[in-house]
């Protein structure tokens, strides 16, 4: 292949698939170039699949644990670890996810890395808080779509604290304000600058209402980044939905305002008709599933209830004692970084395989002791994936009640989970790494 002139080279790699294509950009620097400068890979051709969940454990006094949950066979593996910022970043197993999007990770509020295609960047710190914000903590969010633009945004969304310390704001003041002012990093122009976004509609909040309980740690929330706007789960569980192109942004209740039953803890996820939120509650003695689509075709979004199911069925039919159901059950992937050889044809996990499980009223004489964890959305398929006992994976099919064993974890405490969706395609920035 080295002997081959530019012209013919093209056309052998014209013939690729466009994933064996963005694969190959990897291979060498000669082949990403003409592949870049002739335009051959369309992001939009590029397969959109689910390689696993990075999760990470909470060990007490320690950093937490990153692990990365996959099946064995997923092409090009990732390893946990990320050993490929072994030789530049020192102690690069300590730093955790402060979040991801579209298959970029950011590691603890400083790097940005695309473990597809291995390549990482360090952004310069984050300003100052404001004055009267000094005792705020912080969240970060990834705005990146490889479909629009190799470019991607962190916006810093301050968060209220639990205790009312010596700040500026009253308790019956509104939040987010209006205009809501934060700090957004552009790799476009490699700085962080100062924005003020316009709410349109009513607030959904005030301090006081955000002021989370001490068992809650607002952190572990989620974003979703989908067709130019980020919606940021608010400690609330109302959630703000920020369009970056115009700087404006609208607030939208969280859809278990309108019951007043314990809903449980609130997840908020994109999958294939756009963002949703699931919760798990504990309700009967069984716990019981709730997923609801953010319908955004009328002049008010509103929640829609998707699946309102109890789970007594899936803890009976996969207890905690693991058993090999599954011809390919997924696994902690926590080795090294190999690559091995796969067809087009083993992409993605059939999920449409699995056992139909049907809805049964909850047994009250029983009291059920184990506990379901939501683990997230599958971003392209109505599918949620739940974890028994913080050891059985399964998932379950929203439309078909299809319920699937994926494997276990048996780990310890997994206290957040990042759907994994690789991106072949290399960010831009103005930074060497």
């Known amino acids: 292949m080295d002997l081959l002139p530019d012209d013919l080279l093209t056309v052998v790699l014209g013939r690729l698939t466009p994933f064996s294509l963005a694969e190959s950009r990897c291979v060498r620097k000669s082949w990403c170039d003409i592949i870049d ?83 990482w960047v360090s952004l310069p710190p984050f300003p100052e808080p404001w004055v009267g914000m000094e005792e705020f903590d912080f969240n970060f969010f990834l705005a990146y779509d490889p479909m629009v633009s190799p470019h991607f945004e962190v916006v810093l969304i301050p968060l209220v604290p639990s205790i009312r310390y010596t700040i500026e704001f009253k ?34 909040g005030t301090i006081a209402d955000m002021r989370c309980r001490f068992d809650e740690d607002p952190r572990l929330r989620h974003a979703v980044y989908l067709r130019g706007a980020l919606y940021v789960h608010c ?51 069984w716990p019981r599933l709730r997923v609801w689509l953010l319908n955004e075709s009328g002049s008010e979004m509103e929640w829609i209830l998707k699946s309102d199911v109890s789970l007594q069925t899936i803890v009976e039919n996969f207890p905690s004692a693991y058993t090999d159901r599954c011809n390919m059950p997924w696994i902690l ?88 969706t690789p991106s072949w395609m290399e960010f831009e920035n103005n930074c060497s790494s």
């Open 37 to 119: 400068t002739r335009r051959l890979l369309r992001a939009n051709l590029l397969p959109v699949r689910l390689d696993g969940f990075f999760l990470i454990e909470d060990v007490p006094c320690l950093t937490p644990i990153r692990h990365f949950f996959s099946r064995p066979s997923t092409g090009c593996k990732i390893s946990s670890h990320l050993d490929f910022l072994r030789d530049e970043i020192p102690l690069h197993d300590c730093l955790w996810i402060s979040d991801h999007c579209n298959g970029l990770l950011f590691l603890s509020e400083t790097f940005v890395v695309n473990p597809a295609t291995r390549q």
């Open 333 to 420: 992937n926590d080795n090294n970084d190999t690559c091995e050889a796969w067809t087009e044809d083993e992409l993605e996990w059939d999920f449409e395989r699995g056992i139909v499980l049907h809805e049964t009223n909850d047994d009250k004489t029983t009291t059920c002791n184990k506990s379901v964890f939501f683990l997230g959305f599958h971003p392209y398929k109505e599918i949620v994936f739940l974890a028994g006992s913080l050891s059985r994976v399964v998932s379950y099919h929203l439309n078909s009640s299809k319920v699937q064993e994926l494997g276990i974890l048996n780990r310890g405490y997994i206290v957040k989970s990042y759907p994994y």
């Open 171 to 204: 308790e019956e003041s509104e939040w987010p304000p209006s205009p809501f002012t934060t700090y957004v990093f552009s790799s476009r122009r490699w700085r962080w600058e100062e924005r003020s976004f316009v709410r349109e509609g009513k607030a959904a």
């Open 235 to 285: 400690q609330n569980d109302a959630v703000m939905r920020m369009t970056l192109w115009n700087d404006k942004y609208q607030m939208i209740k969280s859809p278990t305002k309108n019951n007043g039953s314990n809903q449980g803890v609130v997840c908020l996820g994109k999958s294939q008709k756009g963002v949703y939120c699931a919760s798990i509650s504990q309700e009967n003695s």
